[in-house]
């Protein structure tokens, strides 16, 4: 747990919005985060952050951020439940591969290369499910 000071906790992490992974303050109050500021001792950023790691918290707490499985029903957005949700990709994966093979399926992952993490989860699916198509930024 980081440092609590009244009714607003301190932590120190990273910024993953790109490969350089700058040096941040984050600030939660009731569990919700308010502020992230450059960590000065950081010794890549020294306390600089870019636009995307200033504004962070705008898209944590977005209003319309989307946070549970939603499914299309007629001009409508529907919550369903998220087995559901799979059951229904994977039937779609399923017959999309049986229409036109496993090289028609592929997966774009949106952050830099270097993220192992989830790097290695998008290339174990796409190679589980039989196709060698995986991109990145850094395609």
Not at 8 to 33: A, K, P
Not at 41 to 67: F, Q, S, T
């Amino acid at each position: 747990m980081g440092d609590v000071s009244g009714n607003r906790e301190h932590y120190t992490s990273l910024c993953r919005m790109c490969d350089n992974r700058c040096g941040i303050n984050v600030y939660v109050e009731n569990g919700t985060i308010v502020e992230i500021t450059g960590l000065k001792e950081h010794k890549w950023n020294h306390g600089r952050l870019c636009v995307k790691g200033r504004l962070a918290v705008d898209m944590i707490n977005a209003p319309d951020r989307i946070l549970k499985p939603l499914k299309r029903i007629g001009s409508k957005w529907e919550e369903i439940d998220l087995d559901q949700a799979y059951d229904e990709i994977a039937e779609k994966i399923i017959k999309i591969q049986s229409s036109w093979g496993d090289r028609s399926m592929s997966v774009w992952k949106g952050e830099a290369l270097g993220f192992l993490t989830q790097e290695n989860l998008y290339r174990r699916f796409i190679h589980a499910i039989g196709s060698p198509n995986y991109f990145s930024n850094d395609s």
